[in-house]
């Protein structure tokens, strides 16, 4: 069995900065290409950033040139560095590759 598991969420003042980490346990993560998703009070589920097993990055218009979505396969990890936050980007952030979702981190914007 394997899971997700997110962390580094928190409440920040617009235009700050926070890191988020997605663990992967159960699997080797290097395998796996890993997109980070999040879903705001009352809107839809969205996907913001992938990463793929070489290290390919993408980004939504949302989040370009503010996000940056990295890995660390001898951690298991995947982060998302985001900054220059705006309100709208709080949500609920959550990893995945196609398996069972965890928990998720919440980020709020807000002063």
């Known amino acids: 069995q394997y899971q997700f598991v997110e962390s580094g969420g928190g409440l920040v003042q617009p235009g700050g900065s926070l890191r988020l980490s997605c663990r992967f346990s159960?699997?080797?993560?290097?395998?796996?290409?890993i997109t980070w998703f999040r879903q705001a009070p009352g809107k839809e589920q969205e996907g913001i950033s992938c990463?793929?097993?070489?290290?390919?990055?993408n980004y939504a218009d949302a989040v370009k040139g503010r996000f940056t979505i990295s890995r660390d396969n001898a951690k298991n990890t995947v982060y998302l560095q985001m900054s220059n936050l705006k309100p709208e980007d709080t949500a609920v952030y959550y990893c995945?590759?196609?398996?069972?979702w965890g928990q998720g981190t919440q980020v709020t914007v807000s002063s």
């Open positions: 995945n590759a196609g398996g069972p």
């Open positions: 159960g699997r080797t993560i290097g395998h796996y290409a």
């Open positions: 990463i793929s097993v070489d290290g390919i990055t």
